[in-house]
């Protein structure tokens, strides 16, 4: 009987708790769920190979309970990649198909492996696929997203997904990181216990691409303002726009300018102590920003809002000149 392997794979497989292994029983077989998991005890590696013996029919069990081949087609196209179960949550929410995950245990289309841990069992490999070949195409305007959002959000994004935030900076500037779940569109949803779960339709790297190239306009508008002459790129590294500024050609006397739009730069950036810099932020920080080795300038609409490092040194009063050159309100902390 195939509901009996269906049940002995399971439990062959699964490692966690009792009630975890119960509650996909109960879902996947009803009132029948205590005689199939009675049917399950002594599980082991041979159930798991008979299951691959027999994928055929276990897909024909599994195909006939689905009632939605939407739903199994979102997830087999695009959902499976999320094994976490939260994540999986999320990914199936911002599909548009929010609760999802308990019709696609009680289907036997996906299963827990642990307590944390759904996914689809190997067997049903040749059904997931042709779930995607026939699926539904979704598509995420990734640019359109990212420009609804502020820039706290975005620099949250970049950190989460890059990987190598400085999060001490990002919090003076935006505050701590949020403590409960935050939507962002149809792009992406934070949890503080999960991390950033990106729409399943689309890849943590293409956001990056997307939001950089974002980034990348908007710092050349910042530069040109800052009246900034000399060498200017958007430097891939720090994830930020980077001109050169000296006023004696030493290196006591030059700093590294970085033009950020939101701030979320690698943790190297900020250590690496052998150069001057300046970080020039769009918007108002949260809090006083503490005194640093490096400067820190927040430039909005009314003007610039200045905070000196531990040392002052020479093209630090340079760069505060220019500011005021430019015609610019500026605030010294």
């Known amino acids: 009987m195939a509901e009996i392997l269906e049940a002995r794979f399971q439990r062959a497989v699964f490692q966690g708790s009792e009630e975890v292994l119960e509650a996909d029983f109960e879902a996947r077989y009803g009132s029948r769920w205590r005689e199939l998991l009675e049917a399950s005890e002594g599980a082991g590696e041979s159930d798991v190979e008979a299951a691959e013996a027999r994928s055929e029919e276990l ?160 710092a050349r508008r910042m530069a040109s303002s800052l009246g900034l002459h000399g060498e200017y790129e958007f430097d891939e590294r720090s994830r930020c726009g980077l001109a050169y500024l000296s006023v004696d050609g030493t290196a006591d006397g030059s700093a590294e300018v970085y033009v950020c739009p939101w701030i979320a730069a690698p943790r190297w950036v900020l250590r690496e102590g052998w150069v001057n810099k300046i970080f020039v932020i769009w918007g108002r920080p949260e809090a006083p920003v503490r005194r640093r080795r490096d400067m820190v300038v927040f430039l909005h609409e009314d003007g610039a809002e200045v905070f000196h490092p531990e040392r002052q040194r020479a093209v630090h009063e340079h760069f505060v000149d220019l500011l005021y050159r430019s015609g610019l309100a500026v605030n010294e902390a």
């Open 59 to 218: 897909a024909a069990l599994v195909s006939s309970r689905v009632d939605d081949g939407r739903v199994a087609a979102l997830y087999a196209k695009y959902a499976r990649s999320l094994a976490v179960e939260g994540q999986l949550r999320v990914g199936l929410d911002l599909l548009g198909v929010p609760d999802a995950l308990g019709r696609l245990i009680g289907w036997g289309l996906a299963m827990h492996f642990s307590d944390d841990v759904v996914a689809a069992p190997p067997y049903l490999a040749g059904l997931l696929n042709g779930y995607m070949a026939s699926g539904p195409s979704v598509e995420v305007d990734v640019a359109e997203e990212l420009a609804a959002l502020g820039e706290g959000l975005l620099a949250l994004i970049e950190g989460e997904v890059a990987g190598d935030a400085d999060w001490e900076l990002y919090e003076e500037v935006y505050g701590p990181r949020p403590k409960a779940a935050v939507r962002m569109g149809r792009l992406a949803a934070y949890d503080p216990e999960l991390g950033l779960v990106v729409n399943p339709a689309t890849y943590p790297d293409r956001v990056l691409e997307v939001l950089l190239s974002l980034k990348e306009r908007r």
